[in-house]
């Protein structure tokens, strides 16, 4: 489902992530852990295609993740990222439907939020 093949990311010629490799199957539910600055949300955005490796691929249902589409990609992986959703109050439910919108058609797009 996911394989991570010899990833490397650098910033700034500073290395983040070396050779890292990864299988999840299908249905799996793992865990990522580790220090400060190890690199966990680097992998996560490199994951969900906000961000390119270095070197080495990831594919997610048997295509790399930098040829998949924004929308097709966003309705198979959903990623609630550290720095906070939004500058507003926002419940968990709301922030869970988040995740649907990429499936809404056109012109239900407009429509969605309960905003408090
Ligand atoms: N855009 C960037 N520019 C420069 N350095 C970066 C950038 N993004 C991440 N880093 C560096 O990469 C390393 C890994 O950062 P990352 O945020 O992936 O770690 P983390 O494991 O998620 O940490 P935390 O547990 O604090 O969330 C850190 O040393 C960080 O300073
Ligand atoms: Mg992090």
Known sequence: MLEIINVSKQVDGKPILENINLNVQKGKCIGLI??????????????SALEKPSSGQINFMGKNVQGWSVKKLAKHMA???QEGLAPYPITVYD???MGRYPHLGFF????????I
């Open 34 to 47: 580790g220090p400060n600055g190890a690199g966990k949300s680097t992998i996560i955005k490199l994951i």
């Open 79 to 81: 990623v609630l990222t």
């Open 95 to 97: 922030s869970v439907l």
């Open 108 to 115: 239900k797009g407009k429509v969605s939020m309960t905003m």
